[in-house]
C-alpha cells in the first residue's frame, strides 16, 4: 500500500483491510470486485490484484503459512527483492539487505557512489554495498534505522552532516549532488473522452480492460464514435496524472452511448458505492450525479 502512497493516505486503507480480510485465507476466498473495491483510492490496482493471488498462492501452496525465505517470497506475485528483504527482515529479523529511496541515497553518499542509480548495474552495486553492511544480528532494528538516517538525517537537498551519527564513515565529497539519476522520462499528455449516460436512475459503465482492468469507467469515446456536435461541451474536465502522462479526461452527456460493448452494464445511481471504480472516474461520476440530483 504504501508504494508510491504516503503513509497518513494509507492508514485508513490498511485497518479496513485487514477488517475485511485478517488472513490469507479471507483474501484468498473474497472476489475480485471485493478486493478491487476495498483499494478504490489508492491507485496503482496492479498492488491489489497481487495481493489477492499471493494469499491464494499461500493457502494453495504454503497452507496459509507465509514462506519464510525470500527465494520463495519472490515466487509469489508482486513480490519483488526489495519486498522480499524488507520482509524477511522486519517480519522475520533476518540479516537480509535493503535497498530503497532512502537506504539508496545514504548508500551513494556513504561510499561516494557517482554513477547514476537508475540503472540494473547500479542497482546490483548498492545492494552489494547494503549487503556488506548488514549486521548478523537485530536487522530489523539496523534497517529501520537506515532508513530513518535517510529520512531525517541524510534527506536529498541539505543533507544534516554536521549531526549525522556516521559522519566519520562517510566518503561523500559533495554529498548534496547524490545519488546521481538519468534524466526523467518527459511528461506525455493524453485528452480522453468519456461518455456520462444517464436512463431512468441507472448510469451505464464499462470495464476496463486496459489501465484499470476490472475496474469500472464511464464509457470511452473512440475518435469518430459519437457526432461531433455531441461533444462541444463537456460536463465535466479534470486533469490527473498518470505515471508520466498527464490525462485531462473530459466526460460528455450522452443520450445513448454510440459505442456499446458486452463489457458495459448499467448500474442504479445507490449501488455506485458497491463497485470498485477508478478514482477519476469516481470523482467526475460523483460530480455529475450531485449536479443531476440538485
Ligand atoms: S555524513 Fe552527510 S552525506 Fe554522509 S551519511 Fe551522514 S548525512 Fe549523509
Known sequence: MLQQTQVAAVIPYYHEWLRRFPDFASLAHACENDVLRAWQGLGYYVRARNLHATASTVVD??????????????????????????????????????VEANTARVLTRLFDFRKPIDSGAAR?????????????????????????????????HEP????????????????????????????????????????????????????????????????????QSSLQHPVYTAIFPFTHHRVTLRVYRLRLCEVATNRQRWFPLRSLDSIPIASPHCRALRALTAAVSE
Not at 61 to 77: A, I, K, N, T
Not at 126 to 149: E, M
Open 61 to 98: 501452496r504454503y497452507r496459509g503459512r507465509f514462506p519464510r525465505s525470500v527465494e520463495q517470497m519472490q515466487d509469489l506475485p508482486g513480490i519483488g527483492k526489495y519486498t522480499a528483504h524488507a520482509v524477511a527482515s522486519f517480519a522475520f529479523d533476518q540479516p537480509t539487505p535493503i
Open 124 to 156: 546490483k552495486t548498492l545492494w552489494r554495498y547494503a549487503a556488506v553492511l548488514i549486521p548478523k544480528s537485530s536487522t530489523r532494528v539496523y534497517n529501520s534505522a537506515l532508513i530513518d538516517l535517510g529520512a531525517l538525517v541524510c534527506v536529498a
Open 160 to 227: 544534516k552532516c554536521a549531526i549525522c551519527p556516521v559522519n566519520k564513515f562517510c566518503g561523500a565529497k559533495n554529498p548534496q549532488l547524490l545519488p546521481v539519476r538519468k534524466s526523467p522520462a518527459p511528461t506525455k499528455r493524453l485528452i480522453e473522452k468519456h461518455a456520462f449516460v444517464l436512463r431512468r436512475g441507472k448510469i451505464l459503465l464499462e470495464q476496463s480492460s486496459s489501465r484499470w482492468r476490472g475496474m469500472w469507467i464511464l464509457p470511452p469515446l473512440k475518435p469518430g464514435s459519437c457526432k
